[in-house]
């Protein structure tokens, strides 16, 4: 069904939760089980799924839908973990040509999910499940995350790193699929550090070609599941909707 329709009720705007994509048919199943737990959290809302790219159906054919429907406004919040090109740029413009297209539909981006308490607690969830069995040599957790052309973006993602050790007590190191430092790096540091057994800890929504990547950099060392569904992710999307509601209840007044 177009838009991924999974929750078509009118217990106040749509949410439109927009991922970015991915040519791995994966990731499309697990956005799709993450918004599925979004819609159950509040079922008279109608939510659907969109992507930015790589996947169907894209924003404009959703927001399209959304207006076919009927809407008046809805809520659209960005399934991202960084605040950078698509969340600032991208999708603003898309929803511009929209509006121009439906100006009976009133759409307000909401912010992304970003670094929240909460995505850092079901980091750990993650962490904790896949090192169950493991020795009880001290653990080390490279985060591996993206990575971005910005040192000051990349400086940003290694907080997650040290708010995980300071969650967890285990020693922590960031790394990212995509620039440097490396997974092989971060290990190497995590051992000149003293750990015994390593795990990596995807800062990831879905799994995809960069996840694999890191699977084949270190194939011999634990890896945890990407954050996928979880109720941290429906609580901070249904935190972002009101939120974004309420500024635009405060700006209209």
Do not use: K
């Not at 009118?10 to 799709?32: C, E």
């Not at 008279?44 to 839908?65: H, I, K, T, Y």
């Amino acid at each position: 069904m177009l838009g991924r329709e999974v929750g078509t009720g009118r217990g106040g705007p749509a949410l439109i939760a927009v991922a970015h994509g991915s040519r791995d048919p994966r990731s499309a199943a697990t956005m799709a089980a993450v918004v599925g737990g979004i819609a159950a959290g509040r079922p008279g809302v109608d939510v659907r799924l969109a992507f930015l790219d790589l996947n169907a159906p894209s924003v404009e054919q959703v927001v399209d839908a959304v207006a076919a429907q009927g809407h008046t406004q809805a809520v659209v919040v960005p399934l991202l973990l960084g605040n950078a090109f698509h969340a600032r740029v991208d999708l603003p413009g898309l929803l511009a040509a929209a509006h121009a297209r439906h100006p009976q539909l009133q759409l307000t981006q909401a912010d992304v999910l970003g670094a929240d308490s909460r995505l850092i607690g079901a980091l750990r969830d993650r962490v904790e499940a896949a090192s169950l069995g493991a020795s009880s040599n001290r653990l080390g957790v490279a985060v591996a995350a993206v990575g971005s052309s910005s040192s000051a973006a990349n400086a940003r993602t290694a907080e997650v790193a040290r708010r995980l050790a300071e969650l967890t007590g285990h020693l922590t190191e960031i790394c990212f699929a995509t620039t440097e430092p490396t997974l092989p790096q971060a290990i190497s540091r995590l051992r000149t550090r003293g750990a015994g057994n390593i795990l990596v800890a995807p800062w990831f929504l879905a799994p995809g070609l960069l996840t694999d990547r890191l699977l084949s950099a270190a194939p011999d060392v634990i890896h945890a599941n990407v954050i996928g569904p979880h109720s941290a992710l429906t609580d901070i999307a249904w935190n972002r909707y009101d939120a974004a509601l309420a500024n635009t209840l405060t700006l209209s007044a």
